[in-house]
């Protein structure tokens, strides 16, 4: 079996991905697992536990749904890597538990959506580094698609309107940057491990994460409800577990110039779910904002 990104996927589903369908593919794969992502919120205000507690039921449960996963579908064989793609898939299990802790401990800092917003900066890294690194081509389109997406990001947490913040505010800012930082790093290394899949590499990053982060709820107590501990399950099963396989595979078939505006897919949800559910109402600004993001992923999305 051919496991290298979406291919393992598809073929299990008993798809082919040849030219074209390739790339289309790994656009809806990378909007659904955005659309995905962008419910993350409304689990995580449920649980209301503190960072890394978040982080630790988070890997663990992901762990747990993708091992059941692929005993159902007889994939466990491919979780056996070779010395280098392990040390791959171990990396980018640390990098991700960092992002998600400094993300999550900056949304006390400042707010769910300016820390959603500024964590995703990411794609800005992603592809300088993907250039400068991979040698990748970045067209004009796609830096102009990226560059409005940012705009409309801006646009969307009304930054210019709150007025002086206090210290603890930048703290929060510094960490949601960091964060980005430290994930643009995992879809770089994801595009390398060519013989890894999808499922693998998600499977080892929640591994890695529940062994580097359970000590934290063992020594500072464990959830004392079911129901917290219902929404930390479905946090794992359905926004590590299926999430993040779905944007690996993204990853894998597409350049990192087409992904970046692509990713602003997960915060642009995360606003409207804020919205609908919540009842925190878009200024005028803030649905400008909005309208620049869907410009600029149908821009992504046409493009060639």
Not at 39 to 56: E, K, Y
Not at 143 to 155: D, H, N, S, T, Y
Not at 173 to 191: E, F, N, R
Not at 192 to 206: I, K, T
């Amino acid at each position: 079996m051919n496991t290298r990104g979406l291919t393992s996927l598809a073929t299990s589903a008993g798809l082919t991905v040849p030219g074209d369908a390739r790339e289309r593919q790994g656009t809806i794969l990378l909007v659904l697992g955005g659309l995905i992502l962008g419910t993350v919120g409304i689990f995580v205000l449920q649980a209301n536990q503190d960072p890394l507690t978040t982080v630790a039921f988070r890997c663990f449960f992901g762990f747990l749904a993708l091992l059941s996963w692929g005993v159902l579908s007889r994939r466990l064989a491919e979780i056996r890597l070779q010395a280098r793609d392990l040390l791959g898939a171990v990396a980018t299990g640390v990098l991700m538990i960092i992002s998600w802790a400094l993300h999550f401990a900056a949304i006390p800092r400042t707010s769910i959506g300016v820390s959603t917003v500024v964590f995703h900066i990411q794609p800005f890294w992603t592809m300088a580094l993907g250039a400068w690194l991979l040698r990748e081509k970045v067209s004009r389109k796609q830096v102009g698609a990226a560059l409005l997406a940012f705009a409309g990001l801006v646009l969307t947490t009304d930054v210019m309107g709150t007025g002086a913040r206090h210290q603890e505010y930048f703290y929060g800012l510094l960490m949601s940057l960091s964060g980005s930082l430290v994930y643009a790093w995992v879809p770089l290394l994801t595009k390398v491990m060519r013989s890894v899949s999808s499922f693998a590499l998600a499977w080892w990053q929640c591994l890695v994460g529940a062994v580097l982060t359970f000590w934290w709820p063992v020594l500072h107590g464990w959830p004392s409800h079911w129901d917290t501990i219902a929404w930390l399950a479905g946090l794992g099963a359905i926004h590590t577990g299926l999430a993040y396989v779905v944007m690996f595979a993204g990853f894998a078939r597409l350049s990192t110039g087409r992904t970046a505006a692509l990713q602003f897919v997960y915060p642009m949800t995360a606003f409207v779910i804020d919205w609908k559910i919540y009842g925190h109402s878009l200024s005028l600004v803030q649905m400008s904002g909005l309208a620049l993001m869907g410009i600029a992923i149908w821009s992504v999305k046409s493009s060639r």
